[in-house]
Structure formats: structure tokens, C-alpha cells
């Protein structure tokens, strides 16, 4: 990518984060998530370069929010979508063999899953594999701000953190959002801290 003409190099990298960040990801970096990127410890200096970037008018920063941050002129990435319609050769039994024969069906995926209500979001991280959710696959989430308990939904923390996990309602008004993995231990919320951005509705991998 081209350096901006007359940045400074440091606002610079700050700038190209934020680019790929939001392409490849579709949303913008936390503080903490720059500050980690780009090897820098002190918040007010990314605060610093941020203000910068956004009296050059390159940048939209709300100051007193974690992801509040817009890059003027620039549209997320928005990865190829898989096939909507896939060959449906024949059907198999997961027991005893039996003869496959070739059908001649098809399976179209947007009437499994609206193109218009659902997303991706590859998962990263080892949180859900007892859920057989593992690293590198593609949660269908459907777009959605309620959930019913046990569902697997992507919460929006209030400190700008996005997690997956599957949902519980507590006592008192919290919420416990609990991984698929033993040896994780669950987070727990409080009520008004946590915004549910979509359910998850299918997995898809690559074997």
C-alpha cells in the first residue's frame, strides 16, 4: 500500500493497520489490538497518533470509545461468499456400506442460509472445539440481538472485545458466556455490558 503523502511513518503503520484490520476482518482494532500490533505500550501514544490521523481527515475517532474508529473513504472486505449451490450426489449412511449412487439434485445454500440475514466470521482460537467449532473454520451467524440459553451467538463486550461463545443467563442479571473447551473457564458479565450481535446458525470447513 502507498504511504499517505506527508505522514509520518509511525501514523503511517497506525494507518495500514487500521486498512487491513477492517479489510480482513471487516471491523476496526481495538486500542489494546494496536497497541499490541505495532509494539506500542503507552495509550496515549496511540491516542496521539490516532488524533493525528483524524485531524488529517483520514480517521473518524469517538475518543471515548474503544472501536469507535472510521476510515473515511474505505468499505470492509467482504470475503467471497462459498457456492450458493452445490451437486447433491446421493446420500450415505454412517454405518454399514451401503452402494452410492449418483443423484442428480442440487442444494442451494441461500435457502439454508439468507444471504441477507446471515454472515462469516472465521473462528480463531481454541474455545469452542468440544462444540466442534475448531480454528480456521466459518460460523453462519445469523443476524440477531436476542438468544435463547445454550445458544452459540458473537458477543459484543463493552470494552470492544468480540467473542464466541454459548450463552447463560444468571442470577442477578449477569450473563456467563461459556466455551466448549474444559480447560477454559467461562466469562461472566453484567447485565448491560454485553451486546449479542448474531446466533450461530452452521459451520463450514475445509478438510
Known sequence: ????????????????????????????????????????????????????????????????????????????????????????????????????IEGVDEVDLATLWPADRVYLLEVKGQSMIEDHIAPGDWVVVRKQSTAHDGDTVVALLDDGEATLKRLYREKGGRYRLQPANSEMSPIYVEAGRLAIQGKVVGVIRRV
Open 1 to 100: 500500500m502507498k504511504n499517505t503523502v506527508d505522514l509520518p511513518q509511525r501514523q503511517q503503520e497506525v494507518l495500514d493497520f487500521l486498512r487491513r484490520s477492517l479489510r480482513e476482518r471487516g471491523y476496526v482494532p481495538s486500542i489494546r489490538e494496536l497497541g499490541e500490533a505495532l509494539g506500542l505500550r503507552s495509550t496515549s501514544t496511540i491516542h496521539y497518533h490516532l488524533t493525528g490521523l483524524a485531524d488529517r481527515g483520514l480517521i473518524r475517532w469517538d475518543k471515548g470509545k474503544n472501536r469507535a474508529i472510521q476510515l473515511i473513504g474505505e468499505e470492509p472486505f467482504a470475503p467471497p461468499p462459498p457456492p450458493t449451490v452445490l451437486p447433491l450426489a446421493g446420500r450415505i449412511v454412517a454405518g454399514a456400506p451401503i452402494e452410492a
